[in-house]
């Protein structure tokens, strides 16, 4: 097996959504603002190459939006899905399975694409499995209004139309090579892969701590439709992962890629800080 680090650039979102009710004055030495208020983040995805599965776990925002709609988020960065992909040997027709921790806009964004006369929505990945969960795909298709922003349906009903979506159940694990630890706090049944590599268990984190800036457990962001389950979430798998050693893998942290744990008197922080490639 080995893992790829895949950066699809960087994005803004509002910093007082990202930390809760974690105070400026405390967050913006995490990730300062600009004046708008806006912090830069990665949407930073991974690639699993096990055997003859090619795996992509999330997939960014995609290139497929209007204009009015990038202009929210400040699209930066000189990564993209495509050019990470080819960074990496590979590219988009050669992928396998796209494991979608759950369907905003910024996991699985990159999934559609247009056709050529852009006349139509289709899979970016022709040759690949969507992978989602009945439970998830129920929540982002029938959305509350809270979220409703964030599931598109553009980026979601191709998969199915298409006959290439697939659900995860106990019964997958086998067909992808890891398990997944399913939790409901940012949104309904949010899915972390845990993969086992070179003895280690690295965890893609997703949207349940975006950054290292999120460890400490009340740093929830506003976005979470359950704040108080993500709280009791955090906590547990905070437990867990410095029990177990896991490595944390950030999907949002513009700067940290990978993170172990220690326990410290302020509760359980990072330990050191590197990249997937120094595994």
Known sequence: MKLHTIDTGYFKLDGGAMF??????????????????MCNWAMRCMLVE????????????????????FSYYYLSGDKSLDSSLKNAGFSKDDITDVFLTHLHFDHCGGSIMWNKDRSAFVPAFKNAHFWSNAEHWEWAT????????????ENIMPM???????????????????????VNGHTESMMLPMIQYKGRTIVFMADLIPSAG???VPYVMAYDTRPLLTLGEKSNFLDEALRNNYV???????????????QTEKGIRANEFFKLNDL
């Open 50 to 69: 096990d055997g003859n599965k090619l795996i992509l776990i999330d997939n960014g925002i995609g290139d497929k939006q209007s204009d009015k709609f």
């Open 20 to 37: 809760g009710v974690v105070p400026k004055s405390i967050w913006n030495k995490l990730n300062e603002s600009d004046p708008n208020n």
């Open 142 to 153: 029938k959305p509350n209004p809270r979220e409703k922003a964030s599931f598109l349906s």
């Open 160 to 182: 199915k139309e298409s006959g290439q979506l697939k659900f995860y159940n106990k019964n997958s694990e086998n067909e992808l090579g890891f398990k997944v630890q399913t």
């Open 248 to 262: 944390l893998y950030f999907e949002h942290d513009p700067v940290n890629e990978c993170c172990t744990l220690m």
């Open 214 to 216: 999120h460890l400490p």
